[in-house]
């Protein structure tokens, strides 16, 4: 069974900086693609940014270009979302999330970690 554990939420001042982590355990396929999304209380879930699994390229949303950074290690089979630069519109619980192939759309998801950015 599947399974994505974040972790590195927390409550942090504007301007400060937090780092996601997300496990992956019992995974028996090759992961294509990791990410992280994120839902601020009231509204839909958006996308923070995403990394291809063996060649590393990355994707951010604009908002976050700049003040974020995705990577992985694969020998923990690990991935995660240095965040900068905090705003309180950042405030949000964030999702990671693993493609197993190209045309995957979120094939398992982890059940969240809150961050909280103070003004």
């Known amino acids: 069974q599947v399974q994505l554990v974040e972790s590195g939420g927390g409550l942090v001042q504007t301007g400060g900086s937090l780092r996601l982590s997300c496990a992956v355990s019992?995974?028996?396929?090759?992961?294509?693609?990791m990410g992280w999304f994120r839902q601020a209380q009231g509204k839909e879930r958006e996308f923070v940014a995403a990394?291809?699994?063996?060649?590393?390229?990355?994707y951010y949303a604009d908002s976050v270009k700049g003040r974020f950074t995705i990577s992985r290690d694969n020998a923990k089979d690990t991935l995660y979302l240095q965040m900068n630069s905090l705003k309180p519109e950042d405030t949000a619980v964030y999702y990671c999330?693993?493609?197993?192939?190209?045309?995957?759309?979120?094939?398992?998801w982890g059940q969240g970690t809150q961050v909280s950015v103070s003004s």
């Open positions: 019992g995974r028996t396929f090759s992961t294509y693609r």
């Open positions: 990394l291809t699994w063996s060649v590393g390229r990355t």
């Open positions: 999330y693993v493609d197993k192939v190209p045309s995957s759309r979120y094939d398992y």
